[in-house]
């Protein structure tokens, strides 16, 4: 069975601090990752996404994540985050198709 | 404008009263996809096409229907809405064997009473 856990439902920081978002997955077969981004009143948009190849995927926005097969995990990370990086964010897998997302993580940058 | 668009944004509707939820894109994707998105539970396919005429369930199928009749359009159809079929819910699309960058639409808010 396929799963994805986002470990935090909310994380707050401050302006300008890094900040890590939590993503683990299950899967007994090789997986695509994403990472989604919904601002308040939107739809998702996709952040970055790894298929293959290098396991570092960045974002256009400063974002990266690294796929860590041995850990099954996929975590999203920010030096230096924005007031306009507050949204929610969703970590999703595709298996044959299919896509299974977290439950989201709620990123609240505060000044 | 490359877009997926959904009608109506916004419903109130009574239990059992037959609904469809229009879906429709114009970038000629080939796989569709509805979703539901609840707080605390992320994301839920409910069901999803990857070409005309080619429909699958995805995780929680129950209570819904679809129909890919055209390759632009995906209706989600309730047959007798339920409370708890009191959603909000997302239509997708992508352009299949590229990148899986799923394209979603703004949102249908129904509220089951």
């Known amino acids: 069975a396929q799963s994805v856990t986002q470990l935090d439902s909310q994380v707050p920081v401050f302006e300008e601090a890094p900040v890590e978002l939590r993503c683990n997955y299950s899967?007994?077969?090789?997986?695509?990752l994403f990472w989604y981004v919904q601002y308040p009143n939107q739809g998702l948009q996709l952040l970055l996404k790894y298929l293959s190849g290098s396991t570092l995927v960045e974002s256009i926005n400063g974002f990266e994540a690294e796929f860590n097969k041995s850990q099954t995990s996929f975590h999203l990370r920010k030096p230096s985050v924005h007031i306009s990086d507050t949204a929610e964010y969703f970590c999703a897998l595709n298996n044959f198709n299919k896509f299974y997302f977290g439950s989201g993580t709620k990123l609240n940058v505060k000044p | 404008e490359a877009q997926v668009t959904q009608n109506p944004r916004y419903l109130i509707t009574v239990t059992g009263k037959k609904l469809t939820v229009t879906c429709s894109q114009n970038?000629?994707?080939?796989?569709m996809s509805w979703y539901r998105q609840d707080p605390g539970l992320g994301l839920r396919q409910i069901y999803y096409s990857m070409n005309v005429e080619v429909t699958d369930k995805g995780d929680v199928p129950e209570g819904y229907k679809v129909s890919r009749k055209e390759k632009r359009n995906f209706p989600l159809i309730l047959e007798s809405p339920s409370p708890n079929q009191t959603s909000l819910y997302f239509c997708?699309?992508?352009?299949?064997?590229?990148?899986?960058?799923?394209?979603f639409g703004p949102g249908t808010r129904l509220t089951v009473t």
């Open positions: 970038m000629n994707h080939e796989y």
């Open positions: 899967s007994s077969v090789s997986v695509y």
């Open positions: 997708a699309s992508f352009h299949s064997g590229s990148s899986y960058e799923q394209y």
